[in-house]
């Protein structure tokens, strides 16, 4: 790679994004996949998985807000968290924001991103790395789930690539199973669903395949600039479907509490609650449609 | 241009999207600015105007639905509606499925766009360019507004393109003005302000502009899936402060009397009232920030 070429996401056959590189900083083909991180000129530093983009310092606080502070703050007292993938730590680091977790888990099959997650976006995952709460493991998330004891978690959130390569077996009847008993009685599970406009079939198969498992299945939405092709859905699974209907001034109360009010760029209490009502072309994909 | 090339967008110059083209449908250098339209693999017919991508057939409607939709119910009996731009016809058939619009005049400065969306597009603007109660001009918005009578319209959609080029004159005081002068009293503006995660100046820079004219100022958010950034705002100037206020369900109520309710793929009565509600990192640009 030379300087000021251009990187194209191969995610899609058809259309995609590019970016300007300025710099590419490291190309690392790992036991799992092929790691790229450059600097950009437009985003900041860039991670991209198997060519397809991942994560941007410049945009990355609308799906790490939108994915760690919904289900914690629509829980309300989630104390114990297990997070699945998320390599870049910053899930992590918008989980242990929250005043009460006592507990977050996190099981990352590569250790080649969170490696390089550290030594080329460290602002991204912050102090979460050593944060004392934190529990870092360098390990396959469905055999965690595998082996972990029932009603364990509150919340567990997975933040895998696409279901297709590394990420598959987070999208099986066996993960989703093993997810349902670890979690306590008013535990749930989010999961990213990819963005409907380009990928409809995610959205659809994975929803039905956890509505096996969980009596209340929908998704919420999040505008994630380098996520392209308008909404990403993320899905929702739990036991418990009045979740979803906190009023956001119970919202407001709860991340106050937790220490999260003022400190986010995307979520605030109104696009919390907001994010559930889908437009049409998204919820006819989900199985209650 | 030979089949199966790619049609990059130069709308940025260090980051953009990138369409497979399955054909070339027209290149035409009209008189204002340089037009394309090309069959694609992913999004249907794509119209772009100098380089940057105006509209796919297959994420057309999120964009046409929020900016005719959301002033005009939030307006609630607008009669009269002015349409700057929107040669493709999308806004005017929005518009003209109120049952209570009596007048929608739409001036578009680039009569190659008009001939060219007939031609290549015709499901976008549909029966629109036959409504009795469309008056289609091809002529300049700022001089159409400069002649036209005080209170002589209840809603104004400026779909243009960004403020530089062809589209440079709809972002002055002097358009402002007028508009403000030409409005009925619970009258509205809206137009497009951009992607503010890649073109903040635009929605800063016009927001500051409009509160001259205008005692309420705000902006309203669509994830636009090819107007790539997350959410695109849709600017709001207003004479009345309260139309942002209007509650979902009589925002529904509305709907249904329109004969809008059950015909959208975006837009709904949650959806209108949710998208006044600004992230963070959007509202910082807007002058009550």
């Not at 390089?116 to 055999?143: H, N, T």
């Not at 965690?144 to 009603?151: K, N, S």
Request: net charge negative; aromatic share 8%.
């Amino acid at each position: 790679m030379t300087t000021d070429s251009w990187i194209n996401e191969t995610l899609y056959p058809d259309w995609g994004q590019r970016f300007l590189v300025k710099r590419e900083l490291a190309r690392v083909r790992s036991e799992f996949q092929d790691i790229v991180i450059f600097e950009s000129f437009s985003h900041g530093r860039v991670m991209v998985l198997d060519g397809a983009i991942q994560i941007t310092e410049a945009d990355e606080f609308v799906y790490q807000e939108m994915l760690a502070h919904v289900p914690l703050l629509a829980h309300g007292a989630a104390e114990t968290v297990l997070i699945i993938g998320a390599g870049d730590g910053g899930v992590l680091r918008r989980v242990l924001q929250h005043r009460g977790v006592k507990r977050a888990v996190m099981v990352e099959i590569d250790g080649e991103v969170i490696r390089l997650s550290k030594q080329f976006l460290p602002a991204i995952g912050g102090d979460a790395w050593s944060d004392p709460r934190a529990e870092v493991i360098v390990g396959d998330g469905i055999d965690y789930v595998r082996r972990a004891a029932d009603a364990s978690f509150d919340a567990i959130i997975v933040d895998s690539t696409d279901p297709i390569g590394v990420g598959e077996v987070l999208f099986t009847d066996e993960f989703y199973g093993n997810c349902a008993r670890i979690l306590s009685p008013r535990g749930l599970v989010v999961n990213q669903c990819g963005v409907p406009a380009m990928q409809a079939d995610e959205l659809r198969d994975t929803s039905l395949r956890r509505a096996r498992f969980f009596p209340h299945v929908t998704a919420y939405v999040a505008a994630v600039p380098t996520y392209v092709g308008g909404f990403m859905t993320l899905g929702w699974s739990a036991k418990d479907a009045t979740l979803t209907q906190v009023p956001a001034a119970e919202i407001r109360r709860r991340a106050e509490a937790a220490g999260i009010l003022g400190t986010t760029r995307y979520w605030t209490p109104e696009i919390h609650t907001g994010a559930f009502h889908l437009p049409p072309y998204i919820r006819t994909h989900l199985p209650a449609a």
